[in-house]
């Protein structure tokens, strides 16, 4: 790195990455862009002849940065109201503004809150990005036959917790599509025939909005919990993209009441997530005649 200029034109170029990276991490596009604010202010402060690779140094800075924060934020979760989501990406924004890997479901994040944090690094940073273990040691502080441990362990409990199949692209457009529709009518015998029998719903309101405290399984539950919610007035269903899936969003008048993210499998809805939390729904903004296609 030769001089500031160079250092702002490396951190331009590297920003949709670390902010994806960053996301990956904590599940949270706020935190996401302090984080990645942070290690720009960091990189201004350092020593110019010592860094060779910009780009490198902001990726490592930002993964640590990142993991101290997950440490943190772990303890906040703890005395969470309800059950912890993350912060879903809705549409085109801020989803525009971040080169979001597809692979970062919110299915896959929520899988990711039971790591422990130098498991989730190590996982996000090569299996999700595809960084060497030479690099991946650099960010966790740990040699590289050690990251290769936690990505190694990290894997086989994602694999548990996740779905054996990947459905396509149409069949999950083709399932959202008729799930929105029988949101729309609110009728308990529409929504049954799309749900798992084992199908788990999780609400996030983190106590601020109503929303249920506990998971809600089976799908006559589930079924009848969601018929409830939609028929209450003045609340509109649109399908639209969350984190690069399908998946459904509940307006209020023009107003972003609730992200639905949705895993499938076989034709029907494994699980369902919930975000109402209005803190997490600060960067969404759905169109209904631009997202309901």
Not at 205 to 212: E, I, L, S, T
Request: glycine letters at 8%; proline letters at 6%.
């Amino acid at each position: 790195m030769h001089d500031e200029d160079d250092a702002v034109a490396a951190f331009q170029a590297a920003r949709p990455r670390l902010v994806n990276i960053a996301y990956g991490l904590l599940g949270s596009f706020d935190e996401a862009e302090d984080v990645v604010q942070d290690s720009w202010l960091r990189l201004r402060g350092a020593d110019p002849s010592t860094i060779s690779d910009v780009t490198g140094w902001l990726v490592v800075a930002v993964s640590r940065l990142a993991c101290d924060v997950l440490r943190s934020a772990r303890r906040r979760r703890e005395s969470y109201v309800g059950p912890w989501l993350p912060e879903p990406l809705v549409g085109d924004d801020p989803a525009d503004r971040v080169e979001l890997d597809e692979s970062l479901s919110v299915a896959l994040l929520v899988v990711l809150e039971a790591l422990s944090p130098a498991e989730r690094t190590a996982f996000v940073l090569h299996d999700v990005f595809g960084m060497p273990f030479g690099e991946v040691s650099r960010a966790v502080r740990r040699s590289p036959a050690a990251c290769r441990q936690l990505a190694s362990r990290a894997r086989r409990r994602v694999a548990v917790r996740s779905p054996r199949f990947r459905v396509s692209a149409d069949e999950q457009r083709r399932v959202v599509s008729a799930f929105a529709d029988a949101c729309r009518g609110g009728e308990v015998a529409a929504l049954l025939p799309l749900l798992d029998p084992d199908v788990e719903v999780r609400a996030d309101g983190g106590g601020v909005v109503p929303a249920a405290r506990h998971p809600i399984r089976g799908a006559d539950r589930v079924a009848r919990y969601l018929a409830g919610v939609v028929r209450r007035p003045g609340r509109s269903v649109v399908r639209a993209a969350v984190n690069g899936s399908p998946g459904v969003v509940w307006l209020r008048g023009d107003a972003v009441d609730a992200v639905l993210a949705l895993a499938v499998a076989d034709g029907r809805i494994t699980a369902i997530a919930i975000v109402r939390n209005p803190l997490k729904l600060a960067h969404a903004r759905v169109g209904r005649r631009k997202a309901d296609v």
